[in-house]
């Protein structure tokens, strides 16, 4: 699989060392300049290259999302059309500034995303797990028991593509539901948030089926 990732820190790169270790082909992309990502390139070895944004979200079958909250509206939409986009980003205001519909609750932080990607295909996933046991956590398809990560989406065919590249990173993908409902049932503050939790504990936790 191609794999874009936007966003060059403890997730992004994260993202980029689990995915070419799986057998994918990762371009990584921060808003600095692929300079910038030399030392990444080359310790994460020949399956990952440093790319501008707008070439990482060409490049990717599923592009990712890694950047902080408040710089949504700085992605490039054009590239991202049609592109299934997992959304990895939190909303925490004291560094993002406040957003008054985030604030009251009428809306996720992944449904603003999807209003300013109107082509693409919003995933919520791999937000809540902390970036180091992210790195460590996962487990052979064999394994008794998996960590599970929740996934969020209002299009059936992307979250599955997200559940397809979760289990391959050696988690166990947990359908939370849709951007709505569902990204309000893993984001900061929530008692799953950063629980890193077994699957069936998340799955009855955030309380959909699978």
Not at 101 to 117: K, N, P, Y
Request: with cysteine; charged share 25%.
């Amino acid at each position: 699989m191609r794999i874009g990732l936007i966003g060059a820190g403890h997730i992004g790169s994260t993202l980029a060392y689990l995915c070419a270790e799986a057998g994918d082909d990762v371009a990584i992309a921060n808003r600095h300049g692929p300079d910038t990502l030399h030392e990444l390139e080359v310790g994460l070895g020949r399956r990952v290259h440093a790319a501008t944004p707008g070439e990482a979200a060409r490049f990717g079958e599923i592009v990712v999302l890694a950047v902080p909250f408040g710089q949504y509206r700085d992605l490039p939409a054009a590239e991202l059309n049609g592109k299934t986009v997992i959304d990895a980003s939190n909303y925490y205001p004291q560094r993002d500034g406040r957003f008054a519909e985030l604030e009251d609750g009428h809306v996720t932080s992944s449904e603003l995303v999807q209003r300013e990607l109107p082509g693409a295909h919003v995933v919520k996933a791999f937000n809540a797990m902390r970036w180091d046991h992210l790195r460590s956590y996962g487990h052979s398809a064999g394994a008794n028991r998996r960590y599970g990560i929740p996934v969020s989406a209002d299009d059936a065919e992307a979250k599955w593509k997200v559940f397809d590249l979760v289990e391959q990173l050696g988690f166990e993908p947990v359908d939370a539901g849709g951007l709505a409902d569902g990204g309000r049932k893993h984001q900061p503050g929530t008692p799953v948030y950063t629980a890193d939790l077994w699957a069936e504990d998340l799955r009855e936790r955030v309380g959909v089926d699978a």
